[in-house]
């Protein structure tokens, strides 16, 4: 029932690979039912990108499995939770198999997600540059840690039919199954840009997209293989139920910036404050004139800077947005959340775009990428964090902060790093919090809980004292 994608290294191919299972199986016919696959995908890592098209495609929210962010236990509660009663799991691997967040260990690779939750891996490799060498390769990947169970390749940019077979001659040496054969593929392009992917909301005609890999899964994916691996590794049992969502009693509004501009959010992290007893409401910076209802903001991720010219131009939803937090409305703000609530953003060609202005500080894309686990310490009291609280985020950013920081949030450093390199990050008032370092909540639901609480403390505020 469930599988994980792996690749031998990054590059490989395998978000490609793993859309084209995904699609295949949503278009498949379930055993003995007569409506589509039920089909569940996580990705391994922080990635934001890649789950919108996991998500795209299954029609369900993809959730990111990372012990850094989270916890080998939290992992595991996930899995089993958002496994239960589905048709096929599908896992999505990070960077090389063995490849972990330290650069000195597994951790956080997708070999010790496969360890943790005892499931097989099939070994995605690029073909394009090797025949018997493959073997070797392969050889080395499942031997290299035996509580890591590679069951099969999945043969990627295979040049020709006489390429395939050789290919087939070396892995059959070593007594290794091949799962899939995909040729040279020219007409599947996902474009990109300095982030990685651009997402799936901005790919115009996208169902033509996903029809196109979901012949091109069924085609080259050995589907009686497949289906026999589901069968042996059976059906999921839950370990945990999921705890009844939100609280008895009035909901807690809370506004989610979610459009083009603002899109990279942990679904874990909504589900945490809904359990919490919030009601969340989405909404659109780019395209609402006006604010929602709501007595809190959360800005997440996503690309600002791509649509600063729009965002610079709704004046009217600008001045709603600074007039509310100015009067105290509770403020959560990630990287791009950040960014807009700066004074303005300057984009890649020099120019500079008017933004909310409650952060009095000019943020400028650069050329550097910010990327990595940051371990952070709250500075001060504020509405997710209380002074001294630590914890552990990631960033994932081309831009940064022009002037000295005035009020910063946090003391961070690299989860690995050494003691010299902390450095100050992000900006805070009473009520705001914004900062670089993206959180993942799900196993720290005292966050959200904080959150949703300074946010019903501002909403029991009389009118006018707000």
């Known amino acids: 029932m469930s599988i994980i994608l792996a690749g031998d290294r990054s590059g490989t191919g395998k978000t490609t690979l793993t859309l084209a299972l995904l699609a295949a199986l949503k278009q498949r016919d379930s055993p003995g039912r007569l409506r589509d696959r039920t089909v569940q995908s996580f990705k391994v890592g ?15 929210p993809c959730y990111s499995l990372d012990t850094v962010l989270t916890s080998e236990s939290y992992v595991q509660q996930s899995f089993h939770t958002h496994c239960t009663a589905v048709d096929n799991v599908v896992i999505e691997g990070v960077m090389g198999l063995f490849d972990g967040a330290t650069g000195v ?6 070999a010790h997600v496969a360890r943790l939750l005892n499931l097989p891996v099939l070994l995605v490799v690029d073909c394009g ?27 990627n ?44 909301g901005e790919i115009e005609g996208f169902d033509k997209i996903s029809d196109r890999l979901a012949v091109l899964g069924e085609r080259c994916f050995d589907w009686e293989k497949l289906e026999r691996l589901w069968l042996a590794s059976g059906k ?75 965002l610079s131009a709704n004046g009217p939803m600008i001045a709603a947005i600074r007039q509310a937090i100015q009067q105290g409305m ?18 890649f060609d020099g120019r500079a775009w008017p933004m909310v202005g409650v952060i009095p500080q000019t943020v400028k894309m650069g050329g550097r ?32 902060i022009v002037e000295p920081l005035k009020q910063p949030i946090y003391k961070t450093r690299r989860y690995w790093g050494e003691a010299d390199d902390a450095q100050l990050e992000g900006y805070y008032l009473p009520h705001l919090h914004a900062s670089y370092t993206h959180l993942h909540w799900g196993h720290r639901p005292d966050i959200a809980q904080r959150f949703v609480q300074q946010c019903a403390a501002y909403a029991a505020q009389p009118v006018g004292s707000q």
């Open 236 to 310: 999921i049992e839950s370990r945990k139920e999921r705890e009844e969502k939100g609280r008895r009693g009035e909901k807690v509004r809370i506004a989610i910036a979610h459009d083009k501009a603002f899109n990279f959010y942990y679904p874990d992290n909504f589900e945490t404050l809904e359990a919490q007893g919030a009601e969340l409401i989405y909404w659109s910076p780019l395209k609402d004139s006006s604010l929602p209802d709501a007595s809190g903001f959360y800005f997440g991720g996503g690309f600002p800077e791509v649509f600063a010219a729009d």
């Open 105 to 110: 260990d597994d951790t956080a690779s997708t």
């Open 369 to 400: 990428l910010a990327l990595g686990y940051r371990e952070a310490i709250a500075l001060t009291n504020g509405p997710l964090l209380t002074q001294s609280q630590t914890v552990i985020g990631h960033e994932f950013h081309r831009s940064s």
């Open 157 to 200: 940019r295979v040049g020709s039919d006489r390429h395939l077979q050789l290919l087939r001659n070396a892995l059959a040496a070593i007594d290794m199954p091949i799962f899939g054969v995909f040729r040279r593929e020219k007409d599947i392009q996902l474009p990109d840009r300095h982030l990685g992917l651009v997402p799936t």
């Open 129 to 155: 540059r090797m025949s018997r060498s493959l073997a070797a390769l392969v050889q080395g990947y499942r031997d290299f840690d035996a509580r890591v169970n590679v069951v099969g390749v999945v043969l």
């Open 330 to 347: 509770p403020t959560y703000a990630e990287c791009g959340g950040l960014m807009y609530l700066s004074d303005s953003i300057v984009d």
């Open 46 to 60: 922080p990635d934001y990108i890649d789950p919108m098209f996991h998500a795209t495609i299954t029609g369900r």
